[in-house]
């Protein structure tokens, strides 16, 4: 496919390329919508293996970050930075300086933070070369880490689908599986635990599964095994496409609710989801924690500001899956109609 034409298919108007001789910098900023307010989002820099594959990361994560922002009231609009990985040596710091540069030239139009492969250290150079920029130090107006924010948030939809799903009042010994227990689903089984969930985990890094378990009593599962595994919540929490054809048949839990982005490995794994009974939520709305936490950042943190508005996660996962039921519809299909509303109603 043209440049142009992955553009149209992932419903683009707008992205940036640019290749640094010096440092090596090749890096694409995508902007998917600033209907809202400029468009925020994380930097990834990780390996690919071809230029057409980083256009495609950034064009779809930064479509996500539209929908997230505009479904948790966040006033910003979605977009988000890819630098190539270079396969031999380089000078990181000079690497970060040039990408400074590069959202710089972009005026504001785009402000970056942390992602997969960036971290604190990273943006903090990033902000001697620009002010667009989050995740910075304390110090310099950072928020620190996104995780147990966007655990929380995740904890918030939990319950708010345990009430709506199985007329839950409390979590008491409900049984959630959670793949991956990174820093996210680590945090997320701290919140789940004191609520006295059933704890059972899975990570590729045995000593994060080991953790779970000798600090949260977590049961501890092969990685295979994690999708068949009976329970009440299957919380996927490590990387993207976790539901596809083959693994959601597998699936013996009533609610689909974790912190991955990207969960559906495509959209009509959200309908097989729906014909089985299982109510999904969807990734975006309910990982916004992180995002409201960074996007606080801009305008002055305020934690009390940023706890109101993780926590009225809660009700905006009820709120699809009322709309879901209400109208027999599938519920990853009901959270983009309302991103989509919001979005509209923003234009006018
Ligand atoms: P992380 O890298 O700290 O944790 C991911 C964990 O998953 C790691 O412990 C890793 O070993 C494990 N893992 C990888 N593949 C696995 C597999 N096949 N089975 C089981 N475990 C596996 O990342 P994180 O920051 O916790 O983020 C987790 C997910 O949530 C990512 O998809 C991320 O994009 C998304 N997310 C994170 C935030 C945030 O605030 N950090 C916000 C929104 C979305």
Request: hydrophobic share 40%.
């Amino acid at each position: 496919m043209g440049i142009f034409d992955t553009m149209s298919h992932y419903d683009f108007g707008e992205l940036h390329l640019e290749r640094d001789a010096a440092t090596g910098l090749r890096a694409v900023i995508a902007i998917h919508d600033t209907r809202l307010g400029p468009a925020l989002g994380g930097c990834r820099f990780i390996q690919y293996d071809s230029d057409d594959d980083a256009v495609v990361d950034a064009l779809r994560l930064a479509r996500s970050m539209t929908y997230k922002a505009a479904l948790s009231g966040v006033p910003h609009g979605g977009g988000k930075a890819v630098i190539m990985r270079p396969a031999g040596e380089f000078d990181r710091v000079a690497l970060f300086r040039a990408f400074g540069a590069f959202v710089d030239a972009l005026g504001g139009h785009y402000i970056t933070a942390e992602d997969s492969g960036t971290g604190l250290e990273d943006m903090e150079v990033v902000r001697t070369v620009t002010e667009h920029v989050t995740g910075v130090k304390a110090e310099h107006g950072g928020s620190g880490d996104p995780s147990p924010w966007t655990a929380r948030g995740v904890r918030r939809g939990i319950q708010a689908l345990a009430a709506h799903a199985l007329g839950r009042s409390d979590l008491e010994g409900l049984r959630v599986v959670v793949q991956g227990v990174g820093h996210v689903g680590y945090h997320l089984c701290k919140e789940l635990h004191a609520l006295g969930c059933q704890l059972v985990v899975a990570d590729v890094d045995p000593l994060k599964a080991e953790r779970a378990q000798r600090e949260l009593g977590a049961e501890v599962v092969e990685l295979e095994h994690v999708f068949a595994t009976e329970c009440d919540v299957f919380a996927p929490c490590a990387l993207g496409s976790a539901l596809d054809d083959r693994t959601i048949p597998r699936l013996r839990c009533a609610i689909v609710a974790g912190a991955a982005n990207n969960q559906l490995a495509a959209p009509h794994n959200g309908d097989d989801l729906y014909q089985r009974g299982i109510v999904y939520a969807p990734d975006y709305a309910l990982n916004a924690g992180g995002l409201i936490n960074v996007a606080c950042e801009v305008t002055g943190y305020d934690r009390e500001r940023v706890t109101t508005q993780v926590d009225a996660i809660h009700d905006t996962i009820l709120q699809i899956a009322e709309r879901a039921k209400a109208g027999e519809s599938p519920t990853h299909r009901v959270a983009d109609t309302m991103a989509q509303e919001k979005l509209r109603q923003a234009s006018r």
